[in-house]
């Protein structure tokens, strides 16, 4: 067991350009969340996902986000047309079951200029 | 709707002095509660949790925190602090999906 890794650890973009991170949970774990931490700031939700199955996304969340989680392995989160107020960490964590410690990736650190 | 809050976003202890990070939610229903340190640079990892049992739950790195459902309020303390105890500290709740409270950065003086 690797733990949760993200890829990839750095991405910097020029403004309207699309970006896709992805996260490889640990395997055995139903749940896979995905959040945005800036500067300060606690990790807010973004979406999660029980198997592949999407069941929650943020309110706050632009149609410009979209996660996938095909097989119930891997997830992608995509932002198409990135805004310099997307510059933010994008933290993974994955889970299994309610009740149980939730594993952090290292983050993908995204600036937009 | 469902809130975590942290009270204080910076607190300033000194070395061997209590540490005393305070979190409260909003339902009615107790939901499952943990805490969470993030070391400068590095991931969040777990400190401590609270599922069902017993309220007064003891965590890695000597803290412990006390459930506490008339006050809904899960707050954390360790008696004597330490420098390496310089860290933010999130308070986190489980009412379906894992939510945070914004934080509390812990600054540890000589």
């Known amino acids: 067991d690797t733990g949760v890794s993200q890829n990839p650890r750095h991405k910097i973009t020029k403004r309207g350009q699309n970006v896709t991170f992805r996260c490889d949970p640990i395997?055995?774990?139903?749940?896979l969340y995905w959040y945005r931490q800036t500067l300060g700031q606690g990790p807010e939700f973004l979406t999660y996902f029980q198997n592949e199955a999407q069941l929650e996304k943020s309110r706050l969340l632009s149609d410009r986000f979209s996660a996938e989680r095909p097989k119930g392995s891997f997830s992608t989160l995509e932002i198409q047309r990135t805004e310099q107020g997307d510059s933010a960490m994008y933290l993974c964590a994955s889970q299994q079951g309610m009740n149980t410690e939730a594993f952090f990736g290292q983050g993908t650190r995204l600036t937009v200029v | 709707a469902q809130s975590v809050t942290q009270l204080g976003s910076h607190v300033s202890v000194s070395e061997g002095a209590l540490v005393l990070l305070r979190c409260n939610y909003s339902s009615s229903v107790p939901p499952y509660l943990f805490w969470y340190v993030q070391y400068p640079n590095q991931g969040l990892q777990l400190l401590l949790k609270?599922?069902?049992?017993?309220?007064l739950v003891k965590g890695i790195n000597g803290f412990e925190a006390e459930f506490k459902k008339s006050e809904t309020s899960f707050h954390l303390t360790k008696p004597s602090a330490h420098m390496s105890d310089a860290a933010e500290y999130f308070c986190?709740?489980?009412?379906?999906?894992?939510?945070f409270g914004a934080g509390t950065q812990v600054v540890v003086t000589p």
């Open positions: 986190a709740v489980h009412w379906g999906k894992l939510q």
């Open positions: 395997s055995e774990h139903n749940r």
């Open positions: 609270y599922t069902t049992g017993a309220t």
